[in-house]
């Protein structure tokens, strides 16, 4: 059951109690995984709807960020005579941290919001109030299929959106210098080992739950009003990309202690 | 304000189980009380209307009943059970027995008809028999006289074709207890007149107990077995719509003064 705001806090009470809230909304999250019935047939279609259907968004921002990068890298490689470098350059810094991050944010900025509005809007057309007074677990339907899809969707988006950066740059790289796919593919995976690619897979396991959590929590806590169907899907956006800088900086801490000491 | 007892019960219902027993109920949000002292018996089979001006703390009574609400003082029990006792699987357990028709419906704007009336079906009932979905489907639908509207969105329908598909998905658990908040609300004088024809007929259909929360005084006088009126927080008068009519109290006047 969705708590029931009944009295107004302010200040330090009220950033305590919003802690507080989002403690119970995840141990809620997570008995839910376990008890009752999986909704696998909600969760297949919040894998299409969120997966899929950024697909094109996420394939376009990556294409183009791997040409830039390609573009603004050049001139400063040339100058010390290491333009042959260009394709391992670009996949480090791609699949290290670039992909992910910037995969995680369109996700934050297309998914979270989106999630975070149609919650809210059926808090505020009291969907999830027929629900609950049903004997459903609105719970199980709408929150753990979504956080669950996100968790999925943006390790997958992140590893397509990679590949399409490096297209991207080797598009941008065949502009200027002229060096076949064979050779560029070759220098692109030879340059990333394991200790590479497994963080960054990792981080955006932990992006996606956080994209997910975020937008579930604050469209399913909206409060009832139009008005909080915008709040809701904006603040979702605006916590569910700090998240994604915080989760960031820790991961890049642990990488660093456990993979280049 | 004095209160007004027309009668304390209706005849045709005294002999039968009390349902929903409140006494003493009260609830407030902030510093608002909004319930004070509320006193009410509803036995089975009975259809009761409160009538009440708006920001009366009408719904919070229903709320209080299907648990969304938490009361502050008093006693609220259905079926003998004190609901602010329950824990999580007896909530579940008594919402599974009671319906509660939202003022705008609360479909499921993703789904269609069908899949709104199949969710409480496989969700709540846990049914797996298709067939028997598809009977239970046909029989709420043929009921609210809706039964080719089956595979529209909600987007699709009319505000009074959403308040029956609401009905009927209400009605598909087969509850003991229907909670209606202002049926009516937003509809024309023929919709609302049907709604609440709809109403009394399913109510004798299903058998069951209902509270009717309006504004709207001929869905009143169509469904009321019984009328409780609220002001500031408790129920001043109660009685049958006729006797509560003929009432000289002035509040009561006040609701009745457009009816002939």
């Known amino acids: ?261 | 304000m004095e209160a007004v007892k027309e009668h304390k019960a209706p005849a045709k219902s005294t002999k039968k189980e009390v349902v929903i027993a409140i006494k003493g109920l009260k609830k407030s949000f902030g510093k608002k009380e909004v319930l004070k002292d509320i006193n009410l018996e509803v036995h089975a089979g009975e259809n009761v209307v409160v009538l009440g001006k708006s920001g009366q703390g009408k719904s919070v009574t229903i709320q209080c009943i299907v648990g969304m609400l938490v009361p502050d003082g008093g006693s609220l029990k259905v079926f003998g059970d004190e609901v602010a006792d329950m824990n999580a699987e007896e909530l579940k357990h008594l919402r599974m027995k009671i319906g509660f028709l939202f003022q705008s419906g609360a479909l499921y704007d993703s789904m269609t008809v069908r899949e709104n009336l199949e969710f409480p079906l496989t969700r709540v009932l846990k049914l797996k028999d298709e067939h028997e979905i598809q009977e239970r489907i046909n029989e709420v639908l043929e009921g609210v006289g809706l039964l080719d509207a089956v595979d529209k969105l909600p987007s699709d329908l009319s505000g009074g074709m959403r308040k029956r598909i609401g009905l009927a998905r209400t009605l598909i658990i087969k509850p003991e207890i229907m909670l209606y908040d202002e049926p009516t609300t937003g509809l024309d004088p023929i919709t609302s007149r049907e709604i609440s024809e709809l109403i009394l007929s399913m109510q004798k259909k299903y058998k069951t107990t209902s509270i009717i929360i309006t504004h709207d005084m001929e869905c009143a006088r169509i469904t009321a077995d019984r009328v409780v009126i609220m002001n500031d927080g408790k129920y001043i008068a109660e009685g049958t719509f006729e006797t509560l009519h003929k009432s000289q109290d002035q509040i009561v006047k006040e609701f009745f003064k457009d009816i002939s």
Request: charged share 15%; hydrophobic share 50%; glycine share 10%.
């Open chain 1, 1 to 261: 059951m969705a708590a029931v705001q009944e009295q107004e806090l302010t200040g330090w009470r009220k950033w305590f109690a919003g802690i507080g809230d989002q403690c119970v909304f995840f141990t809620s999250f997570l008995r839910n995984i376990f008890t009752g019935g999986f909704e696998w047939s909600e969760f297949v279609r919040q894998c299409y709807e969120i997966g899929y259907r950024s697909m094109m968004l996420v394939g376009i921002t990556s294409f183009i960020m791997g040409a830039v990068l390609i573009l603004q890298l050049r001139p400063s490689l040339v100058s010390f005579g290491e333009e042959s470098m260009l394709p391992t350059t670009l996949s480090v810094s791609l699949i290290r941290e670039i992909g992910p991050v910037i995969t995680a944010l369109i996700c934050s900025g297309k998914i979270a919001s989106s999630i975070g509005a149609e919650l809210g809007s059926m808090k505020v057309t009291e969907q999830i109030d027929a629900m609950e007074v049903s004997g459903a677990n609105p719970l199980q339907y709408l929150v753990v299929t979504r956080i669950l899809a996100v968790t999925c969707m943006v390790p997958l988006l992140t590893i397509i959106g990679d590949v399409i950066g490096l297209i991207g740059g080797f598009i941008a790289l065949n502009i200027t210098d002229s060096i076949s796919y064979v050779l560029y593919f070759h220098k692109c995976v030879a340059a990333i080992d394991f200790s590479d690619f497994l963080p960054a897979f990792v981080k955006t396991i932990f992006f996606g739950f956080a994209i997910g959590f975020v937008g579930c929590y604050k469209g399913y806590n909206s409060n009832k009003g139009t008005e909080s169907v915008g709040i809701a899907a904006n603040s979702a956006v605006v916590t569910a990309s700090l998240w994604v800088f915080v989760i960031d900086a820790i991961a890049v801490q642990i990488t660093s202690i456990l993979f280049y000491k």
